[in-house]
C-alpha cells in the first residue's frame, strides 16, 4: 500500500535555495528534464483528496549529483516523450500529461497556477508489484522555458516518490485551472523530452516533422520545384513517393466567392482564372536530393503543377507552381 502523507518538508536553508538554481546540462537535440526516475512511488495524493487531481512538479533532483533543481523546462520547444513511473493502487489507473505555470508563496508551502491543455494520456498497471516499472508515453506538447511538467490523475493514482528531502510538488484539486493549490506532496515521478521547433509548427523538430524549416508540412522539404521546357525539377530532403497533377487555366465566372465554370447564367459575372485537370496524375523520382521529372508535350497556355510527396512516415506534402507554355516562334526563310 503507498503511504498516504498530508504533512511534506518545506525548504529552510539558504544554501538549498541558491541551489534551486542550478540548471541542468542541456545539448542541441532532444532536451530532458524532470524526475530521474530513480524511485519507487509511494504517495496517491488524489486518494488523500478524494477526488482526481492534478500534481505539478516544482522540485526535483538533477543530474549529476542530485541537487534540488526548480526551474521547470530549460528549453522551449515540443515535448515529444513523457515517461512516468507509476501505478494503479489496488485498479489500474489513468494519467494525463500537461505543462503548467507555477508561483510559489514565500514559505513554499502554496501555490497559484494554470495549466495548458491535456497533451498525451495512458494507463498505468494495477500495483505495486515490486518494482515499478518506467512507460514511455508519445505526445505533442509545446512548452516554454520555465513551465513545470504535471499529471491529471484518477483517485487511485501512485506517482509521487515521499522522502525526508526537499523535494517536492504541489497538488491541485479540481484538476489544474487558474486557483490555488491544496496541497504539497514528494517527487512526482515524470520526465519528458523537449524537441526544438524551428518552424513553430507545434511539432517536434527531430521526431515529428519532417521539414523543420517549412511550418506549412511535417513530410518531406520540397524546395526548387521549377517548370522549364518539357523539365521539371525539384529537391527532396527525403526519399519519398511523389505524384505530379496538370491543370490547365481557362476563364470561368466568380459566384459567391469562387471562381466556377461559366454557364449561361453566369455568363455577365466577373472574370476570372480557374484551372481544370488536364490529363492523368504522373508520378517521379523520390530519392532524396536533386529530382527530374518528364513532362508531356503541352499547347500553350497557362497551367498549374501540382506535386505531392509522401514520406515513409505517410506525411504528405503538397506545392504548386505556375507556369506558361508559349507558341512556337516559326523562324522566317
Do not use: W
Amino acid at each position: 500500500m503507498p503511504l498516504l502523507k498530508t504533512r511534506k518538508t518545506m525548504i529552510t536553508s539558504a544554501a538549498a535555495l541558491a541551489a534551486l538554481l542550478l540548471v541542468p546540462a542541456t545539448g542541441s537535440a532532444a532536451t530532458n528534464f524532470g524526475s530521474r526516475l530513480l524511485n519507487d512511488p509511494t504517495s496517491a495524493d488524489c486518494q488523500l483528496l478524494l477526488a482526481p487531481c492534478s500534481v505539478v512538479s516544482f522540485i526535483q533532483p538533477s543530474d549529476p549529483a542530485g541537487d534540488p533543481y526548480s526551474g521547470g523546462a530549460p528549453v522551449s520547444g515540443v515535448i515529444t516523450k513523457f515517461r512516468i513511473r507509476a501505478y494503479g493502487n489496488g485498479a489500474p489507473a489513468t494519467v494525463a500529461f500537461r505543462v503548467g505555470n507555477l508561483t510559489p508563496a514565500g514559505d513554499l508551502l502554496s501555490a497559484t497556477g494554470s495549466a495548458s491543455p491535456i497533451g498525451a494520456s495512458a494507463t498505468v498497471a494495477a500495483g505495486p508489484t515490486g518494482t515499478t516499472p518506467i512507460i514511455d508515453v508519445p505526445g505533442r506538447v509545446p512548452v516554454t522555458a520555465g513551465q513545470h511538467l504535471a499529471v491529471d490523475g484518477s483517485t487511485n493514482l501512485v506517482a509521487t516518490y515521499d522522502s525526508s528531502g526537499s523535494k517536492f510538488s504541489y497538488v491541485f484539486s479540481p484538476p489544474l485551472a487558474a486557483g490555488g493549490s491544496s496541497a504539497v506532496t514528494g517527487e512526482l515521478l515524470v520526465a519528458a523530452s523537449i524537441e526544438p521547433d524551428a518552424d513553430k509548427d507545434g511539432f517536434g523538430d527531430e521526431t515529428q516533422d519532417g521539414c523543420p524549416s517549412d511550418g506549412s508540412t511535417q513530410g518531406s522539404c520540397v524546395t526548387g520545384l521549377k517548370v522549364s521546357g518539357r523539365k521539371i525539377s525539384y529537391s527532396l530532403s527525403a526519399a519519398s513517393t511523389v505524384k505530379f497533377a496538370l491543370a490547365k487555366a481557362t476563364k470561368g465566372r466568380k459566384v459567391s466567392g469562387k471562381c466556377v465554370r461559366k454557364t449561361r447564367k453566369n455568363r455577365k459575372k466577373k472574370s476570372c482564372i480557374r484551372y481544370v485537370k488536364s490529363g492523368a496524375t504522373f508520378s517521379g523520382s523520390g530519392k532524396a536530393g536533386a529530382n527530374t521529372a518528364k513532362l508531356r508535350k503541352l499547347k500553350p497556355g497557362k497551367y498549374q503543377l501540382t506535386i505531392t510527396v509522401t514520406d515513409a512516415a505517410n506525411r504528405a506534402t503538397i506545392k504548386t507552381k505556375n507556369f506558361t507554355v508559349k507558341k512556337a516562334r516559326h523562324k522566317k526563310k
